[in-house]
Nanobody, 122 residues
């Protein structure tokens, strides 16, 4: 599966952005999806994950209550709605896919998008 992330940009603290990740292929619903982020000089960290059906979701503690992951299997797209953004959310955001259940570490994902930059100014 090929993934194409988009929607990043520059936003002021307290603002919102919605990231999208479009997938190729006809079996999108069989993949659990995840969002990760990587700030300069840091590791790629887990942000959110969603099951293939979309019924189960989970988040990193740092984004709970502010970010929402969702998916539209008819459009083969996963989204990350980011509200109340903080300067510490600044990073390159990556979407990822894996065949089995939700994943919380980058090592279990097989497919990655190219990343989209999110910059939050104070």
């Amino acid at each position: 599966v090929q993934l194409q992330a988009s929607g990043g940009g520059l936003v002021q603290a307290g603002g919102s952005l919605r990231l999208s990740c479009a997938a190729s292929g006809r079996t999108f619903s069989s993949y659990a999806m995840g969002w990760f982020r990587q700030a300069p000089g840091k590791e790629r960290d887990f942000v959110a994950t969603i099951s293939g059906s979309g019924y189960r979701k989970d988040y990193a503690d740092s984004v709970k209550g502010r970010f929402t992951i969702s998916r539209d299997n008819a459009k083969s797209t996963v989204y990350l709605q980011m509200n109340s953004l903080k300067p510490e959310d600044t990073a390159v955001y990556y979407c990822a896919a894996r065949r089995n259940g939700m994943g919380y570490t980058r090592y279990v994902y097989n497919y990655w998008g190219q990343g989209t930059q999110v910059t939050v100014s104070s």
